[in-house]
């Protein structure tokens, strides 16, 4: 497993874990890797969690509705940085068998935030849609999205000029930055995984009528003056809540992600490291160069 502490990260010898009632032991073929993790371990050592895809290797008492040696992929609340961790069924899923590790650890967490927020956003074919934090593992998969679901325009806004060819390349129409005086034309819908200042800003990009879906942990504050005079609305966003209150919806969006990969419609990019190599996973992530979701594999 992975032991992060001291702003560094080593790979150690751990006994595997043993699942309890109600747990799979799942072993792992692709752990995701994201700036969550980065403001995590900056208080301090820490044993995270994080999205996993793997195959079950063993079941424990009281689950139902899983094999050993299924492909699943979900997410696990802590010691996911191992070659073997306890997942609770409720939080995994099917994954098709055919698609790569690092294609399906992406599709696990950020395609499933990526369709539900414009499913929350109640998009429909036509509109325009601005997605920020555009190259990353949520926002990249946003762009293709909005983009292969029939958005008429999609804006995707990064944090540098570097990344506009990505996100141009991931199917956007244009691409600008958060520093830009202008993101051009107001838009229908604004997917937020940034928070912050950039929340605020995005209400501001919203044509009247628009709607804002934050799914960013960074928060944000808005003066609910500036949703009044164009009627706009501010939608929040959280999976767990979701797959908590309403996990039929939580199942039709990840059944629609893996018909959209199965189609060609949906292609996650990736980035790949070894365990060996996770603090420059780690360093990666903090200085924003990642295009794509950073995936580590044992």
């Not at 044993?47 to 492909?71: K, M, Q």
């Not at 949906?266 to 200085?287: G, K, N, Q």
Request: hydrophobic share 50%; with cysteine.
């Amino acid at each position: 497993m992975i032991k992060f502490s001291g702003g560094g990260a080593s790979v150690v010898e751990a006994a595997s874990p043993v699942p309890g009632p109600g747990q799979v032991l799942v072993r792992v073929q692709a752990v995701g890797a994201g700036i969550g993790l980065v403001r995590l371990l900056a208080d301090g050592p820490a044993s995270p969690g994080g999205e996993i895809v793997g195959t079950v290797a063993e079941i424990g008492p009281e689950v139902t509705g899983y094999a050993v040696g299924d492909r699943v992929g979900g997410v696990v609340f802590t010691d996911a940085y191992a070659e073997f961790v306890v997942a609770d069924p409720r939080l995994i899923g099917p994954v098709p068998a055919g698609v790569e590790a690092g294609a399906a650890l992406a599709v696990v967490r950020g395609g499933l935030v990526a369709l539900a927020a414009l499913r929350t956003g109640r998009f429909t074919a036509g509109e325009s849609v601005l997605v920020t934090a555009a190259a990353s593992g949520v926002g990249h998969l946003a762009v293709q999205l909005a983009r292969t679901l029939g958005a008429g325009r999609v804006v995707g806004a990064v944090g540098s000029p570097d990344k506009a060819d990505f996100v141009v390349d991931c199917g956007a129409d244009a691409a600008v930055t958060y520093a830009d005086e202008s993101w051009g034309d107001p838009v229908d819908l604004v997917l937020d995984g940034v928070g912050g200042d950039l929340l605020s800003r995005g209400v501001d990009a919203l044509a009247p009528f628009g709607r804002l879906v934050a799914f960013s942990a960074a928060g944000g504050t808005v003066d609910a003056g500036r949703l009044l005079a164009n009627m706009k609305t501010l939608h929040g966003l959280t999976i767990g809540t979701l797959n908590r209150t309403r996990p039929h919806q939580v199942d039709a969006v990840r059944a629609e992600l893996w018909d959209l990969v199965a189609a060609g419609r949906l292609a996650p990019r990736h980035v790949d490291l070894p365990f060996a190599a996770a603090a420059e996973a780690m360093a990666l992530i903090a200085s924003r160069s990642n295009r794509g979701r950073v995936v580590l594999v044992p």
